[in-house]
């Protein structure tokens, strides 16, 4: 699935226009990105916790010429899912056999 069509998804259940749902799914992604990049966290209760993880600096290997390259600290969007989402997505599928 794209934007294009989580907007129209999420219209149709909201039951507003595409243009709303657009604007409202825009302004929670620029809230997301302005709380990481300050360093805060974003918790939805049982859906998961957006954060920022700090790398520290390390060695790796170029796979291509197997030369040592340092890698230097950084920080990394994170998310993590909450029970209740993983155990939605893991909940076996009505009708279906494994």
Do not use: W
Request: aromatic content about 6%; proline content about 4%; some cysteine.
């Amino acid at each position: 699935m794209n934007k294009k069509d989580f907007v129209a998804a999420v219209a149709e259940n909201a039951n507003v226009t595409k243009k709303d749902a657009e604007a409202v799914i825009n302004a929670t992604f620029e809230e997301v990105t302005k709380l990481m990049t300050a360093g805060d966290k974003l918790s939805i209760t049982g859906f998961g916790t957006f954060e920022v993880r700090e790398r520290k600096a390390r060695t790796g290997k170029n796979p291509r010429t197997g030369e040592t390259v340092k890698i230097a600290a950084c920080k990394a969007p994170a998310f993590k899912p909450s029970h209740v989402l993983k155990d939605v997505v893991n909940a076996p599928k009505k009708g279906k056999k494994k």
